[in-house]
Every structure is written in structure tokens, then in C-alpha cells.
């Protein structure tokens, strides 16, 4: 018996060895992603909310700001959702999708998909790991500029360390 479980454990040991393995982005860098998205915005005197999905686009920070309107939160999590599930740019979209007619079904693909400026996707090492939405500022070009001030300050957290490590 002894031996038919350690059989069995030490089969389930090498199958582990081949488990798939994601980047997973970590509550404190997407709280401090938002406040600095949130931050940018407030110095243009921008009233919005900002919002993280992770990978699968579940919502893991929204941050209100102070006078944003009800309609913020949504907008912002809806951007996030969009950039996390699509891979790109909530802009970059919204101008494709002007340009290509053919491909504005992508805005009916399910309620939480919104092709408006604003949403970006986050990367760590080079795999999305999760999307920055911002709704509020006066215009899509806004609100991306302020999910892309969020995006630097994740950035300069990642920064590669010396060697020598100072």
C-alpha cells in the first residue's frame, strides 16, 4: 500500500514539473499603478476613476476620485476589462474600428467591452497580466495619457536592479 502511494505521489511530482505558470500582477503594484494614473489626472483638474482587471478581467482596484462622476467607475473597469481581454490599447481600437468597418462587432462582443480611449494593458516581463481603464477626463486621448502615467510608475518599479545590487 505504502509503496503504490508513493507510486502515485511521485508520479503527480513530475506531472507538476509541467504545470503552465503566469505572471500575476500583486495588489500593492496595481494600487499604486491606480494612484498614479489617479494622480496624472488630478494635476490636469480631471475628475475620474480609475480601475485594474487582472488577466481574466476581474476587477482588482477602483479608485474614485474626489468629484468623478457615477458614471466613472464603470467606464473605467469596462476600459480595463477591454485592454486586459483584447491586448490593446482602448484608443488605438476605437481608431481601428473607425477606420475598418468591418470589425465594429468587436463593440457588441459582450457588455463589458468598451472601444473608447482610455485603457491599456499592463505587462510585466512582457506578458498582459491585466489592463488600466480611466473614465472621466474630457476626451479618450486624456484618460489614455493618465492610464499611461499609472503604466510608467509600474514600469520604473520593475526596473531592472545592478548586478551589484545598488
Same mark, same amino acid.
Not at 494612484?35 to 490636469?44: F, H, S, Y
Not at 457615477?70 to 481581454?85: G, I, L
Given at each position: 500500500?505504502?509503496?503504490?502511494?508513493?507510486?502515485?505521489? @511521485? $508520479?503527480?511530482?513530475?506531472?507538476?514539473?509541467?504545470?503552465?505558470?503566469?505572471?500575476?500582477?500583486? !495588489?500593492?503594484?496595481?494600487?499604486?499603478?491606480?494612484?498614479?494614473?489617479?494622480? /496624472?489626472?488630478?494635476?490636469? *483638474? %480631471?475628475?475620474?476613476?480609475?480601475?485594474?482587471?487582472?488577466?481574466?478581467?476581474?476587477?482588482?482596484?477602483?479608485?474614485? +476620485?474626489?468629484?468623478? @462622476?457615477?458614471?466613472?467607475?464603470?467606464?473605467?473597469?469596462? /476600459?480595463? %476589462?477591454?485592454?486586459?481581454?483584447?491586448?490593446?490599447?482602448?484608443?488605438? !481600437?476605437?481608431?481601428?474600428?473607425?477606420?475598418?468597418?468591418?470589425?465594429?462587432? &468587436?463593440?457588441?462582443? #459582450? #457588455?463589458?467591452?468598451?472601444?473608447?480611449? @482610455?485603457?491599456?494593458?499592463?505587462?510585466?516581463?512582457? =506578458?498582459?497580466? *491585466? +489592463?488600466?481603464?480611466?473614465? $472621466?477626463?474630457? +476626451?479618450?486621448?486624456?484618460? =489614455?495619457?493618465?492610464?499611461?502615467?499609472?503604466?510608467?510608475? &509600474?514600469?520604473?518599479?520593475?526596473?531592472?536592479?545592478?548586478?551589484?545590487?545598488?
Amino acid at each position: 500500500m505504502g509503496a503504490m502511494v508513493l507510486c502515485l505521489t @511521485g $508520479g503527480g511530482l513530475a506531472q507538476a514539473e509541467h504545470l503552465p505558470r503566469e505572471t500575476v500582477l500583486p !495588489l500593492a503594484l496595481a494600487q499604486k499603478t491606480a494612484a498614479a494614473g489617479l494622480a /496624472k489626472c488630478e494635476e490636469g *483638474g %480631471y475628475k475620474v476613476s480609475v480601475a485594474i482587471a487582472d488577466r481574466g478581467g476581474n476587477l482588482k482596484v477602483l479608485l474614485r +476620485g474626489d468629484g468623478a @462622476g457615477p458614471h466613472t467607475t464603470d467606464s473605467s473597469f469596462r /476600459k480595463a %476589462y477591454t485592454a486586459a481581454s483584447l491586448r490593446r490599447s482602448t484608443l488605438h !481600437l476605437a481608431e481601428l474600428v473607425a477606420k475598418v468597418p468591418s470589425i465594429q462587432a &468587436l463593440r457588441d462582443m #459582450n #457588455n463589458k467591452i468598451l472601444i473608447l480611449g @482610455g485603457g491599456l494593458p499592463i505587462k510585466i516581463e512582457g =506578458e498582459v497580466v *491585466g +489592463g488600466i481603464g480611466v473614465g $472621466g477626463a474630457p +476626451g479618450g486621448h486624456l484618460d =489614455e495619457a493618465c492610464a499611461a502615467a499609472g503604466l510608467a510608475s &509600474l514600469e520604473k518599479t520593475q526596473a531592472p536592479k545592478p548586478a551589484n545590487g545598488k
